[in-house]
């Protein structure tokens, strides 16, 4: 399996961007580890949470607590209208399609396609 350490500056969620780093520092090379083999893409807890907040300020629909940390219900505002793209060191962007983000788990109930770690 083919696997990248890339240099992560965030991610923007609509019109906000979410720095890799809460504390606006400049961000460490090679903070973000890409694995080709492994479906969910692992973040830091805090970019984690801040990234799960975005998606509930921008839908309206809170995660359903019994199902946390990425279960998010039906609801009036589909979170693939989210517009998400990843910012990488140098100017690369990479606009995020629903399928990149988010898992259709069944009939319009979805889970963010990712989970976070502390390490």
Known sequence: MAYYFVTSEGFRIGKNLLPFNASNHKSS????????????KILLQDLYNRIEMEVVTATSREPKQELRPQIFPKGT?????????????????????????FINVKDYIYCLAMTNTNR
């Open 29 to 40: 090379k090679g903070n973000m580890f890409i694995d080709c083999g492994v479906p969910p």
């Open 77 to 101: 505002k589909c979170v693939c209208a989210l517009n998400v793209t990843a910012h990488f060191m140098d100017g690369a962007n990479l606009k995020l399609m629903p399928m990149n983000f």
